[in-house]
């Protein structure tokens, strides 16, 4: 006969397999399964004996941890999707679930939850996305038989009658052809270099990703055109993994003549981590810690089991971690004596995408530098647009700020105005899905395609808008402290007889605005 063993808190249940050796009642996945009551135990361990002294499965008695866990590491997907679905069970679901019985969670307790994740100020997207991962989960837990239905399932119909209005985001925000000039103009100045003048613009007329323009390498810049065939994705390690685009959206974007000569002088030569020629390098320090004595953060995650971004949670006192992981993540870090290190000198070999967002396209199309006090970008007025001040009293030593130019743009609001600025252009719609790596399923796009014509007359309208853009700035002042930017507007001031300038500007080297 099986017994019930009491074990801290919680009960097992174990069954004779033969004279002097006994088993204990098991789940599909092979971990022990924890009962409630005495009771319940013992009637496991006697169906365990009955039924050939084989495991048997306790529908719903597994805890959510213990089932996530072994959910993921059967996962064979990219590993940017890995990455993501490991920080959503890590820093989202086991602050809740955890402990919790699967048998135990309810449709009510998925929505407590979400509700409570949208009072902790998160996104409503990003809520939506959590909640997915949850579903898929659960759904699995479904398949194995280990619960009778999926909890984490929406149900339609309920609640307030709201409509779309409920879970409505901001209004996307986008700029024009000048702005995304101007933008770029100031990005340059704050990093020192034409780099980020061209990767900016390059983004605004092309509504390439971010990743595929990080991971854009020379071989692909063509006349007229740019082939998209990968990207680079930064795991919370800080590699930057280099794999398809999204979607597998391989394609060739339309290019105008003057943005190929750009990039054709842009290139940033080959970087050590994949040993190949990209257009793009990095602008700030690169972490030092590779190369520095002592444990990673790497490490430490490593040793506790948990992501990167896991451990930085912790290093940074966030509520979003649990207490139980909390606790494996500080063992590690008292056990391998980590420290956080300094940066290096050195370049890093590609922009990091929070960095690029925060410190150069913030600043620049808002005049604002982030925080919770949102500071204005101190400059020197002359030469316009002026020139950031950085350093001790830098307020002080300063005479003006920026101010904005779109509020609220992000770097993949430009893809939008990509988008935008071909709807004006009347761009036909299978020649934009084209330009975007968009796949259009419907009956009528399966008989449309692009012609070299749509592409010329594209190519033509993007030169226009450019052209004006740069006229706009050149009425402005005829100059400007950015290298590249200036050569242009001298190019243009030679090819236009009716351009009168208003005087000379000083200019800047490329890297004297630091």
Same mark, same amino acid.
């Not at 983004?203 to 854009?216: A, D, I, K, M, S």
């Not at 999204?246 to 981590?273: E, F, N």
């Given at each position: ?304 089991? &948990? ?69 204005? &970008? ?137």
């Amino acid at each position: 006969m099986g017994y019930a063993e009491k074990r801290g808190g919680y009960w097992r249940a174990r069954y004779k397999i033969e004279p002097g050796k006994y088993g204990t009642v098991q789940d599909s996945i092979g971990a022990k399964v924890e009962f409630r009551t005495k009771r319940e135990a013992k009637k496991a361990a006697d169906e365990a004996e009955a039924t050939g002294r084989r495991p048997v499965v306790a529908q719903g008695r597994m805890r959510f941890g213990n089932w996530a866990n072994a959910w993921y590491e059967r996962q064979d997907l990219a590993a940017s999707t890995m990455q993501n679905y490991r920080r959503h069970i890590e820093e989202h679901l086991l602050l809740t679930f955890e402990d919790r019985e699967l048998g135990s969670i309810s449709s009510a307790d998925v929505d407590a939850w979400a509700k409570s994740e949208r009072a902790a100020g998160y996104a409503e997207a990003s809520v939506k996305t959590w909640r997915g991962t949850l579903h898929l989960i659960l759904a699995d837990a479904v398949d194995e038989g280990l619960i009778p239905s999926n909890p984490a399932t929406k149900r339609r119909g309920r609640g307030k009658r709201a409509g779309r209005s409920r879970s409505r985001g901001p209004e996307k925000a986008i700029t024009t052809a000048l702005g995304v000039l101007l933008i770029a103009e100031r990005a340059a100045l704050l990093s020192g270099r034409d780099d980020e003048f061209t990767a900016l613009v390059t983004l605004g007329f092309t509504g390439v990703r971010w990743g595929e323009l990080v991971g854009l390498e020379a071989e692909y810049v063509r006349p007229a055109e740019v082939r998209i065939e990968w990207q680079l994705y930064e795991l919370d390690s800080g590699e930057m993994h280099r794999c398809p685009p999204k979607d597998d959206s391989r394609r060739t974007v339309v290019v105008p003549t003057w943005l190929t000569g750009l990039l054709r002088a842009q290139s940033a030569g080959s970087c050590t981590c994949h040993g190949r020629t990209y257009v793009f390098s990095g602008h700030r320090a690169a972490n030092g810690a590779a190369r520095q004595p002592g444990p990673k953060l790497v490490d430490v995650a490593r040793r506790a089991g &948990v992501s990167t971004g896991t451990v930085s949670a912790v290093l940074n006192e966030r509520d979003s971690v649990a207490a139980a992981t909390r606790e494996k993540v500080v063992e590690a870090i008292a056990d391998l004596g980590y420290v956080r290190g300094a940066t290096t000198t050195t370049l890093a070999a590609h922009w990091r995408r929070t960095g690029f967002a925060t410190w150069l396209f913030q600043p620049a199309a808002t005049g604002r530098y982030p925080g919770k006090a949102l500071r204005p &970008v101190p400059i020197l007025g002359e030469p316009w647009p002026g020139v950031p001040v950085r350093g001790r009293n830098a307020a002080g030593r300063s005479d003006t700020c920026w101010v904005p130019i779109a509020p609220g743009l992000t770097p993949h609001g430009l893809r939008h105005t990509y988008k935008t600025l071909m709807i004006e252009l009347a761009t036909p719609p299978v020649l934009m899905d084209e330009q975007l790596g968009h796949l259009d399923g419907s009956v009528q796009a399966r008989y449309s395609h692009t012609t070299p014509e749509m592409r010329k007359r594209l190519r033509d309208g993007l030169t226009d808008l450019w052209t004006a853009a740069l006229d706009a700035r050149r009425e402005i002042r005829p100059s400007s402290p950015v290298r590249v930017l200036d050569d242009l507007l001298s190019e243009g001031a030679r090819s236009s007889p009716k351009f009168l300038p208003n005087g000379p500007g000083r200019r800047l080297g490329a890297g004297s605005s630091r």
